[in-house]
């Protein structure tokens, strides 16, 4: 099945039942979303699907098709980050970082439907699990971005620009 990408046709020789999560890793080499549960609890293996944030790992490929598939590795790159990225690491967000991905990716779903977020809104979006126990690092990384977006004083990669999309960190 053809599958889009990161922007790029992708095709995929998978069962249409197959997670999502496992085309992205075994077959496509996108490491970068991760697999923490596989029963949707996590967040580890958030993906944005047409803006939104999925859980990769209960989402079936078959479903998928046709749609804009976004993982991490369209969120920025080492030259030019997202701006959530370069937060991330102002604020030293991650720890082993396992989540890490996936904690990026449901931000930046937050951030392109509310661009200034209260805590209140972050602590509603990011359902995401950290064992490492970054959260209050997470709140204050997504407000750091926030605010550098809104005052232009960072500017991202032209793919890791806030998406004007919609999304939930569901
Ligand atoms: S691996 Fe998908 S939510 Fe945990
Ligand atoms: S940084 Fe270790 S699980 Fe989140």
Known sequence: MELQINGQR???????ATPLLWVLRDQL????????????????????????????????????????????ESLGSAEKPHALQQAW?????????????????????????TPKPTDADIDAAMSNICRCGTYQRVRAAIHRAANSVSSGATKSASN???????????
């Open 89 to 113: 690491i102002a604020e030293q967000v991650p720890q082993c970082g396992y989540c890490q991905s996936g904690m990026l990716m449901a931000a930046a779903a937050l951030l392109a439907r």
């Open 29 to 72: 080499n996108l490491t970068g979303t991760k697999f923490g549960c596989g029963i949707a609890a996590c967040g580890a293996c958030t993906v944005h699907v047409d803006g939104q944030a999925v859980r990769s790992c209960v989402t079936q490929v078959s479903s998928v098709q046709g749609k804009d598939i976004r993982t991490i």
């Open 10 to 16: 992708t095709q995929a020789d998978a069962d249409p």
């Open 160 to 170: 890791g620009a806030v998406p004007k999309t919609t999304g939930s960190a569901a």
